[in-house]
């Protein structure tokens, strides 16, 4: 199994751009995650998805919006992409029954000049 | 969510113990008290958790006071390879809303 994968590992964006962000996992989870991680400080939950078919909001949702594909995908697309947004961005999946547990990707390092 | 209160740093030689302390003195009766850690920019990966009865597995055990206001993780024999952040989060979301601090940069050194 490859767990969480996420695309592309790295990007670097010009103010004013739009890009979506890619996650997939394999291991048949309901709820997947994305968060994203500033420097020196922790992660911060952009958006989620508890099930296939719904997405809710996190602590900082603003600027971004995400689409639950299927119960493998979970994108996040940045549609005007700002300085504040440079980030590494984290997307994560949960068992349903195993609350305790989320399993992150390798991250996405995101630059927007 | 309980807000939590983490030393930012701390050390330990290899072999020996690390204590990670974790204070969470407003946690409420249905929060739980997670533990992750995140090596070197990776994703972070799960550790433990507990309600109130302390916890092992084979990563490490989770000692929680009789009053869970704090809380210890306790890695028993530290090697160079669980050089990392540790974050203590309490959450009673169902798992779903989980709130990374700044946690505790432990070093672990020969």
């Known amino acids: 199994n490859a767990g969480v994968t996420q695309t592309p590992k790295f990007q670097v964006l010009k103010t004013g751009q739009s890009m979506t962000l890619q996650c997939a996992q394999d291991m048949n989870h309901n709820s997947m995650y994305w968060y994203r991680q500033d420097p020196g400080m922790g992660l911060r939950l952009i958006y989620y998805?508890?099930?296939?078919?719904?997405?809710d909001k996190g602590e900082v949702p603003n600027g971004y919006n995400v689409s639950r594909l299927n119960k493998r995908e979970f994108s996040l697309r940045l549609e005007s992409a700002a300085p504040s947004q440079t980030s590494v961005y984290f997307c994560?999946?949960?068992?349903?029954?195993?609350?305790?547990?989320?399993?992150f990707g390798p991250g996405t390092r995101l630059t927007v000049t | 969510d309980a807000k939590t209160t983490q030393p930012p740093s701390m050390d330990c030689a290899e072999g020996r113990a690390a204590n990670l302390p974790c204070n969470h003195s407003?946690?409420?009766?249905?929060?739980?008290v997670y533990w992750y850690r995140q090596i070197h920019s990776q994703g972070p990966q799960y550790i433990i958790h507990g309600l109130k009865n302390n916890e092992t597995n084979e990563m490490a055990s989770l000692i929680i006071t009789e009053d869970r206001k704090s809380s210890t993780l306790i890695l028993p024999h530290a090697t160079l390879r669980d050089t990392a952040v540790y974050y203590c989060?309490?959450?009673?979301?169902?798992?779903?809303?989980?709130?990374f601090g700044t946690g505790t940069q432990l070093k672990v050194e020969l």
């Open positions: 989060i309490v959450s009673g979301g169902g798992g779903n809303k989980l709130t």
């Open positions: 407003t946690i409420s009766g249905n929060e739980y």
């Open positions: 998805s508890a099930s296939e078919g719904t997405t």
């Open positions: 994560a999946s949960r068992e349903f029954l195993a609350f305790y547990e989320q399993y």
